[in-house]
């Protein structure tokens, strides 16, 4: 059964998208346009009832969610395609730990960033410099603790590239992309690093070629 992922224009269907490149899993796209609302439908809403991307179909189960999907799979298909959820349970610790903390302190400054200045100007709502500052700030905090992390590891959980990496990777994309601030990454030596690392892979550069982003 070929899963079907909604939504592979934006970073959040794209983290599903990776992972299951990574894990050799068959897949398909639906296209969801935000801009015209088609994440509001009542056929979309029945999928996913927050109006939210990304949903994933594979056949009968329905599941949303980026980060309990990628979890999902990693699971599911262990036995194929690249290991992403370490090789003891202490290395699952620290993979859960680092996915957690992407999620509340990686995320939410840089998808701010993200609508105040790329999603903003396309909906005529006018952006607040002072949120902004305080986004790119939020952020640098967060890189500042990556940075001592990974100065003593090669990824964020251990030595071996996992979900905590891969998870990163989309909206990271968007630092060196669109909205131009790659000197937060720059200018810390070990995030600098990481990140040629994660994302030069060949899972990656796959998911732009099929997938442009739209902003």
């Known amino acids: 059964m070929v899963v079907k992922v909604y939504g592979p224009d934006y970073a ?9 490149i990574e894990k050799e899993i068959d897949y398909e796209t639906v296209d969801v346009d935000l801009f015209k609302g088609e994440h509001l439908s009542p056929q979309y809403l029945k999928l ?15 599941l949303y969610e980026s980060r309990a999907i990628i979890r999902y799979y990693a699971e599911k298909y262990r036995s194929q395609g690249s290991e992403l959820l370490g090789k003891t349970i ?7 730990q680092w996915l957690d903390v992407e999620a509340h302190n990686f995320q ?3 998808y701010d960033l993200v609508v105040q200045l790329l999603i903003n100007p396309k909906t005529g709502v006018a952006s607040d410099p002072k949120r902004i500052q305080e986004d790119e700030e939020k952020l640098a905090k967060t890189l500042d603790v990556y940075e001592e992390r990974l100065s003593v590891s090669k990824y964020l959980a251990s030595d071996t590239f996992s979900l905590a990496d891969l998870s990163h990777i989309p909206f990271g994309n968007y630092l060196v992309t669109t909205l131009k601030k790659e000197y937060l990454i720059r200018d810390r030596k070990n995030v600098s690093r990481w990140w040629d690392d994660i994302s030069s892979r060949p899972s990656w550069k796959k998911v732009l070629e099929l997938h442009p982003p739209v902003l």
Not at 48 to 61: C, S
């Open 48 to 62: 996913q009832p927050f109006g939210v991307l990304p949903v994933i179909e594979d056949g009968d189960y329905i």
């Open 108 to 110: 939410p400054p840089l």
């Open 12 to 20: 959040s269907p794209k983290r599903v998208i990776l992972c299951l």
């Open 90 to 96: 202490e290395e699952r610790g620290l993979i859960e």
